[in-house]
């Protein structure tokens, strides 16, 4: 699941004016999310691209922090995920952690799919919808980023992903790092349906390993209204270097090119000393160029989340236990 861990110590920012660190209060939250890792191949001018999406779930849940300590449950309902039997089944492990620290932002995935579908809809002018699945096409994602948050005593990330701060006072920063990525995509046979061979030169291609690390900057930046009401966005641009091996039944082929890649987060809500309210999105895209044509592979990740939290002060004896657990963290 998508979730935000902050770091152990205590983080306090040096302008209080701008942000306040509750984290010696407990924050339990309910919150509503989607996760997806889909796969995206580029076509011609003209062509639609392929979108390979996996059938990811509504999942409704709770979670609890206290400084390090974070415990989640959540499950996709049926009354959330209507018709999902129409686009084949996704089995996947899928672990996202986003660590937002005073002066360092990092992002960790481990991702493993399985079950993908392509959605053709239906005659026209209808509202129908038809999809092509398949079950043996796999994307796997290993890797991270890490930036320096260089205006951190003004800004707060934890404010709008981990709802343990409050952004008081509206304050942005600009975010410099690197980012290094394992991927690839396979299928029992080529990614590109035979009847649409004509159309995509990535044709007879069945797997494809991609490996990328680079260089990235960007900037974030969160407006307040009356100190409870907030709207942050966040971009963040690599140009990584690539290394593609694209695999067919009549051998292999690599490329080593530049590829730009982006990080984009977006929060709003409402925050207050006890009570929290957002809705949130963050999205990560993985892009490469094989030897078959200029066209690019995407593989993009991340997740839409609705959260309600609210913060309130431990007993001295609860907190004495919560502190004994958080010190034996590593």
Do not use: C
């Not at 590109?192 to 490996?211: A, E, F, T």
């Amino acid at each position: 699941m998508f979730q935000s861990i902050s770091a152990k110590a205590q983080l306090t920012g040096d302008d209080t004016e701008y942000y306040t660190t509750f984290d010696e209060e407990i924050t339990t939250r309910l919150y509503l999310a989607k996760k997806y890792t889909s796969l995206i191949m580029n076509a011609p001018d003209g062509i639609q691209s392929l979108r390979y999406r996996p059938n990811t779930l509504f999942s409704l849940g709770v979670n609890g922090s206290y400084k390090a300590l974070s415990l989640s449950m959540g499950y996709g309902f049926d009354f959330l995920n209507p018709n999902k039997e129409e686009k084949g089944k996704t089995s996947s492990f899928d672990f996202q952690t986003h660590l937002y620290g005073t002066h360092w932002v990092t992002d960790i995935y481990l991702q493993f799919y399985k079950g993908y579908y392509l959605s053709l809809g239906g005659a026209q002018g209808t509202s129908d919808k038809n999809y092509y699945t398949r079950p043996d096409i796999k994307v796997d994602l290993v890797g991270g980023s890490v930036y320096r948050l260089l205006n951190g005593d003004r800004f707060s990330y934890r404010a709008g992903f981990s709802q343990n701060e409050w952004q008081k006072k509206s304050a942005g920063s600009v975010l410099l790092g690197a980012e290094l990525y394992y991927g690839t995509t396979k299928g029992d046979s080529a990614l590109v349906p035979s009847r649409l061979n004509d159309y995509y030169p990535q044709q007879g291609i069945h797997r494809v390993r991609i490996v990328e690390m680079g260089p990235g900057a960007g900037y974030t930046y969160t407006a307040v209204w009356q100190e409870n009401f907030f709207l942050t966005g966040s971009a963040t641009i690599n140009a990584d270097l690539s290394m593609v091996k694209e695999e067919s039944e009549t051998g292999s082929a690599n490329r080593t090119s530049i590829s730009p890649n982006a990080t984009l987060r977006a929060v709003a809500g409402y925050n207050s000393e006890e009570w929290v309210a957002t809705m949130s999105w963050l999205h990560s895209a993985t892009n490469a160029k094989g030897k078959s044509s200029n066209e690019q592979y995407g593989i993009k990740t991340g997740e839409f989340r609705i959260t309600l939290a609210k913060r309130f002060t431990p007993g001295k004896r609860l907190k004495k236990r919560l502190d004994s657990i958080v010190d034996m963290l590593p």
